[in-house]
């Protein structure tokens, strides 16, 4: 017998990748590639590295060291991770370019909203989206730079952009000032190609870098780094240290700045990114007279709250040594 009208059987679609980076694109991500989770060897040398010391005093980063070896040991049924990248770069000329040696310096990715908060929201509608997408349930997890996983080693076998000697995820048409994001899945989904090395014989940003934290092509001495004394090191700055961040008060882009892929990097219009007018080519001397309310108030929200106030006092202090 045949019932009329006929049933109709709907068998839902499984999510693709090709879905995905549309509806990555839809929610304001400039790039979207999907890797596989599986052993890459560049996974490996993060054990090297800490034990040379590069790491300094960010502990986190040796207590978290067995997670980021492998996404496997953050999401066991992973299969793929969806990588993000996302332009803050913005229409203010590079540090550079200005000769003022008062001018405070201040990292770009830095000057507008908290990135955590506004890629973190950004991927979680990308995964909310993936959920009600998928005829069936799975596994995942999203991260925003501070999840344990080397984001760099799966944005390159994502097809996002390849590791810079400067240690920069370089996108060779968004160039290098691109925040990632992450979200490890238990889905298998079909994966991008790998990102070719395209830094060639060019050594500017190791020529260019202040305090030869480079110490060889992708490999960073963090303790040497003018980012990692400004934000991540707490306490006093040793007389040397205040020395070598010279004007910089939040993180540094020199090696960044000098590097081809950058020179015509496109631009975002996003207002989250735009520089705070607290920030925006700013010079030292009034950034030091701010009042810890005004300080506190352009702080909130922001991506500079990881120095909190009084980091960020310490690092003006020492700046202004340098005049
Ligand atoms: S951020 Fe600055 S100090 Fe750190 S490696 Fe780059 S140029 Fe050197
Ligand atoms: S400056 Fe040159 S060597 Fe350094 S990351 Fe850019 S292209 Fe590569």
Redesign the pocket.
């Known amino acids: 017998m045949v019932s009329w009208p006929p049933v109709c059987i709907s068998v839902p679609s499984v999510v693709t990748s090709a879905q995905i980076k549309k509806r990555a694109r839809e929610l304001g991500f400039d790039a979207c590639g999907i890797a596989p989770a599986a052993a890459h060897p560049e996974l490996s040398f993060f054990r090297e590295w800490l034990d040379r010391g590069y790491a300094g005093e960010m502990a986190y980063l040796h207590r978290s060291a067995d997670r980021r070896a492998d996404v496997r040991h953050v999401v066991a049924s992973a299969r793929t991770v969806i990588v993000t990248a996302t332009v803050y770069n913005t229409d203010r000329p590079y540090s550079t370019e200005c000769k003022d040696a008062n001018r405070a310096r201040i990292a770009r990715y830095a000057w507008g909203d908290d990135y955590h908060d506004v890629i973190g929201a950004r991927l979680e509608a990308l995964l909310a989206w993936m959920r009600a997408s998928s005829p069936e349930p799975f596994d995942a997890r999203a991260y925003v730079d501070t999840g344990p996983i080397q984001e760099r080693v799966y944005a390159q076998y994502a097809g996002v952009g390849w590791i810079?000697?400067?240690t920069?995820v370089?996108n060779p048409a968004l160039g290098?000032w691109i925040f990632l994001g992450e979200i490890i899945c238990s889905l298998a989904l079909d994966v991008d190609a790998p990102s070719l090395d395209?830094?060639?014989t060019?050594?500017?940003?190791?020529d260019?870098c202040p305090t030869h934290a480079i110490v060889a092509?992708g490999v960073l001495d963090s303790t040497r780094c003018i980012s990692y004394l400004t934000i991540e090191l707490r306490g006093d700055l040793k007389k040397e240290d205040r020395a070598a961040i010279g004007s910089h008060v939040y993180g540094c882009d020199i090696?960044?700045e000098?590097?081809?892929?950058?020179a015509v990097a496109p631009r975002s219009d996003d207002p989250a990114w735009q520089p705070r007018p607290a920030w925006d080519r700013v010079d030292l001397l009034t950034l030091s007279r701010r009042s810890d309310a005004e300080l506190g108030a352009a702080l909130d929200g922001s991506a500079m709250q990881r120095t909190k106030l009084q980091g960020l006092r310490r690092n003006v202090a020492a700046a202004l040594e340098s005049l």
């Open positions: 810079g000697k400067n920069c370089i290098s395209q830094c060639g060019c050594a500017l940003c190791l260019a092509p090696c960044q000098v590097c081809p892929w950058n």
